[in-house]
């Protein structure tokens, strides 16, 4: 772990955000350098950080690690309905994003690998995995849920046209 110091101008705006959002500061502060590095060139879309080992100081704030998958893959991961794929491609909301890994996170946190605004979506909402020649979606104990063909699910194997709603965004999986 590092330390550094905040500006005495940034600490009352960091203390007042983390209660305003019931998000520790340390939160935050990983948030934003993760997202500053993303968006200017330091990390590739959809890149995976890993945390460095912590060092012994007395003011920390930590790197913030990506959950593991609380999920073990379906046995069938065949798909033989699915045609065989070049590319995953969604679209959402008139946007055509491709999902360009294996484990590929949905939410309306700038974090996620696809960053959806609507109040009704969770900060980490539904995760994607790639698995075989197939798609498992996998909701995230999300408040106002996933749903597919007006049921809400917490996991399913999705298929070449299949729409899901990630609370309530509409998204169709497309199989390139």
């Known amino acids: ?44 879309p959809g890149k995976q950080v890993v ?13 913030v690690p990506e959950p593991e998958p609380r999920f073990e893959a379906l046995s069938d991961s065949t798909f033989p309905s699915a045609p065989r794929q070049r590319r995953i491609v969604l679209v959402v909301q008139g946007r055509e994003v491709t999902v360009n890994n294996e484990r590929f996170l949905l939410g ?15 900060r980490q909402h ?14 995230l104990g999300s408040s106002n849920g996933t749903w597919f063909a007006g049921e809400r699910i917490e ?8 729409e899901v709603h990630i609370g309530d965004t509409p998204v169709r999986i ?3």
């Open 108 to 122: 309306r946190d700038v974090t996620c690998d696809l960053t959806i605004e609507s109040p009704r979506i969770s």
């Open 1 to 44: 772990m590092k330390t550094f110091s905040v500006s005495a101008q940034l600490e009352p705006l960091l203390e007042q955000m983390s209660r305003d959002m019931a998000v520790p500061v340390e939160g935050l502060v990983n948030q934003a350098l993760f997202t500053w590095a993303r968006l200017h060139g330091y990390l590739e």
């Open 126 to 139: 539904a995760i994607l995995h790639v698995v075989g020649e197939g798609l498992e979606l996998e909701d």
């Open 155 to 162: 996991r399913r194997k999705l298929l070449h046209g299949d």
């Open 174 to 176: 497309e199989f390139r």
């Open 51 to 63: 945390a460095a080992p912590a060092e012994p100081e007395t003011t920390r704030v930590p790197v």
